[in-house]
């Protein structure tokens, strides 16, 4: 079983930049893909970034594409999420998320591990 913890939520102004953090323990970290989903009020969670066991390769939603950058540090068990040019339809709970494979982390299917979200909130 892993464990994660999400940090780094917060309350900003459309065009400012947040970056989160998921602390990771448990199993060894560096064997799983790793994501984030957001979800918003009144909608379903939704697949924001992803990125494989090594960090070579990344997955981004569209909406997201050029704003906001995944990255991970085996060495310390934590993966990050850089989000630039925030917008206020960005506000959401983000959630970090790990899988067995990168289809599973990406998809809609179930077998993902979850953290408890941490909120960011973009005003106008």
């Known amino acids: 079983q892993v464990q994660l913890v999400e940090s780094g939520g917060g309350l900003v102004q459309a065009g400012d930049s947040l970056r989160l953090s998921c602390a990771v323990s448990?199993?060894?970290?560096?064997?799983?893909?790793m994501g984030w989903f957001r979800q918003a009020p009144g909608k379903e969670r939704e697949f924001v970034a992803g990125?494989?066991?090594?960090?070579?390769?990344?997955y981004y939603a569209d909406s997201v594409k050029g704003r906001f950058s995944i990255s991970r540090d085996n060495a310390k068990n934590t993966v990050y999420l850089q989000m630039n040019s925030l917008k206020p339809e960005d506000t959401a709970v983000y959630y970090c998320?790990?899988?067995?494979?990168?289809?599973?982390?990406?998809?809609?299917?179930?077998?993902?591990?979850w953290g408890q979200g941490t909120q960011v909130t973009v005003s106008s």
């Open positions: 990125i494989n066991w090594s960090g070579s390769n990344t």
């Open positions: 448990g199993r060894t970290f560096s064997w799983y893909p």
């Open positions: 998320a790990a899988a067995s494979t990168v289809e599973v982390l990406t998809s809609n299917a179930g077998g993902k591990s």
